[in-house]
């Protein structure tokens, strides 16, 4: 039941007898305070009814295993936070409030067992539990306050979801997948900042278990995921959970339990997905190893770039090509003319940038350093050096750009004789 209802009377004068009638008034809860409780019949609505809270078993799920969570009202089936992720109830006499020393508690009161609890460091004289409230936010966001202070919010401790008016500055906020469709249990994949980003690349990273999965990178054009871990109409402001102008519901991001990263825009009631990371084999990080070029297109989807071999052959041709490749030559002296690779993206931090006047003063800038593997020069004269392990490369991508690539003239007569299938010209 998610309303709380109230019996009214209405005396009505008739000669010769006293009429009474009854009403019943209700109204959805929309917050909580210290000494009342959340039953499994009952939820909290936000004021605006875009979300609600309270206990849920997930669509398809075996045996009786009860939850506390939030939804979206209108969507049941769409879960964006769980409280007992790992500790589900099995039976129906969970409730969910404010304990005695001041926690927020999922309890089962036949068995006085606490599946859930938060408690921080906060501390004060004058505080008493009497004061503290629970309420739901139009935007979704659970808090609970001392009065006008926020001790604690879901938008501070999210789960797998990521919803508009959330903060991802902090590379501590992560998401973590749930185990399985019907399973909100912690699962394989996290989602975060890039800790060692110190500019303004928002660079994310999927993790699966401590390996990095897939890393979004500046050329495939994936700053429209970043730009979902800033969401802030212009306008607003961080706090305004209670005007609905200043926010947009109908997108979600969701650390899926496959290990996608998956926004949804939500039209008409109606859930669309409008782009997933990574897409393919090729947006595993590391998929085809050092100086491996991939293309999702090919029955082998990994090769070797021109002038490299399989660094560990029998793994390479058995479909494992972690290992990537190593050079043919690496005489720095042999190695004097360019392979310009088309519609490539890479990982995208060069050792190396300069500006310069044209592309040959960039080929010749790479040819001076017997370090330099490849570079990349673009029409706002910018040349970029790679020194180190070229990763992560993908041929053929519609928002790729050219990679000229150091080889030596033997090499070249491997092109000649059709041993290599990339786009490129001699540079």
């Not at 042999?334 to 044209?358: A, G, W």
């Amino acid at each position: 039941m998610s309303t709380n209802c109230m019996l009214t009377s209405m005396f009505i004068l008739y000669i010769p007898v006293l009429l009474c009638s009854f009403h019943v008034y209700c109204a959805d809860r929309i917050s909580l305070r210290y000494g009342e409780l959340i039953r499994d019949n009952e939820t909290l609505v936000s004021p605006g009814g875009e979300f609600e809270f309270g206990f849920f078993s997930p669509s398809g799920s075996s045996g009786y295993k009860r939850y506390v969570g939030i939804w979206y009202k209108w969507d049941k089936r769409t879960v964006v936070w769980v409280a007992n992720r790992d500790d589900p109830l099995v039976n129906s006499n969970g409730t969910f409030g404010i304990g005695t020393n001041g926690t927020l508690q999922v309890l089962d009161t036949s068995s006085r067992k606490v599946h859930w609890y938060w408690k921080d460091d906060y501390w004060c004289d004058s505080c008493t539990n009497a004061n503290m409230t629970v309420n739901l936010k139009e935007s979704g966001n659970l808090v609970l306050y001392y009065n006008e202070t926020r001790l604690w919010e879901s938008f501070e401790n999210p789960t797998d979801t990521f919803l508009p008016r959330m903060s991802m500055m902090s590379s501590t906020m992560i998401l973590t997948s749930w185990r399985d469709r019907d399973d909100p249990g912690i699962g394989n994949y996290t989602i975060k900042k890039d800790p060692l980003d110190v500019g303004d690349l928002n660079t994310l990273i999927i993790y699966q278990g401590n390996t990095i999965y897939w890393k979004s990178m500046k050329d495939d054009r994936l700053s429209t995921i970043s730009d979902y871990f800033s969401m802030n109409p212009s306008g607003c402001k961080r706090r305004s959970d209670y005007d609905k102008s200043c926010i947009d519901y109908n997108v979600r991001l969701v650390m899926n339990f496959s290990g996608m990263i998956e926004v949804w825009k939500e039209k008409n009631r109606t859930w669309s997905l409008i782009q997933a990371e990574p897409r393919n084999i090729c947006g595993v990080y590391k998929f085809c190893g050092k100086f491996g070029s991939c293309n999702p297109n090919n029955k082998l989807p990994c090769k070797c770039l021109p002038g490299f071999m399989p660094d560990v052959p029998e793994k390479w041709h058995s479909g494992d090509f972690t290992n990537g490749c190593s050079e043919n030559n690496k005489a720095c002296g042999d190695r004097n003319t360019f392979l310009s690779l088309k519609m490539m993206i890479r990982e995208d931090k060069p050792q190396e940038s300069y500006m310069v006047n044209d592309e040959n003063e960039c080929k010749e800038t790479c040819l001076k350093n017997c370090e330099c593997k490849s570079y990349s020069y673009d029409e706002q004269d910018s040349c970029q050096i790679w020194t180190q392990d070229l990763l992560n490369l993908q041929e053929e991508h519609p928002y790729g750009q050219n990679l000229s690539v150091r080889v030596a003239i033997s090499d070249i007569g491997n092109l000649l004789s059709g041993r290599f299938y990339f786009l490129y010209e001699f540079a």
